[in-house]
């Protein structure tokens, strides 16, 4: 199963992006999606997750960050407000769930996508 995101990109303190990730393969089911980021020298973080039954967010991001999923197109949002400093980071997305890797091999999946850059200015 491959990740793809979108929308990551330089902004100013207090501006908007909207980040993208789309799951691709033959998935019958994604039990959660899921953003991280990761700054230089620092660990992975979890910013939110969401499954079918709510959504988690971060202490740092709550109230500007909110997390959002299409289930038709496997794709999982992350609207981000009042971007700070602080928030520059690569921005990860995450997927878990049952895909097809082969004939007869259905299994779980827990993949990641490539990566995309979040750089606010102050």
């Known amino acids: 199963v491959q990740l793809v995101e979108s929308g990551g990109g330089l902004v100013q303190a207090g501006g908007s992006l909207r980040l993208s990730c789309t799951a691709s393969?033959?998935?019958?089911?994604?039990?959660?999606m899921g953003w991280y980021r990761q700054a230089p020298g620092e660990e992975r973080m979890l910013v939110a997750t969401?499954?079918?039954?709510?959504?988690t967010i971060a202490d740092s991001v709550a109230g500007r960050f909110t997390i959002s999923r299409d289930n038709a197109k496997n794709a999982v949002y992350l609207q981000m407000n009042d971007l700070k400093p602080e928030d520059t980071a690569q921005y990860y997305c995450?997927?878990?769930?049952?895909?097809?890797?082969?004939?007869?091999?259905?299994?779980?999946?827990?993949?990641w996508g490539q990566g995309t850059q979040v750089t606010v200015s102050s």
């Open positions: 969401i499954t079918s039954g709510g959504s």
């Open positions: 393969g033959i998935i019958f089911s994604i039990k959660l």
């Open positions: 995450n997927a878990e769930g049952v895909a097809s890797f082969g004939a007869h091999d259905v299994r779980d999946f827990a993949s």
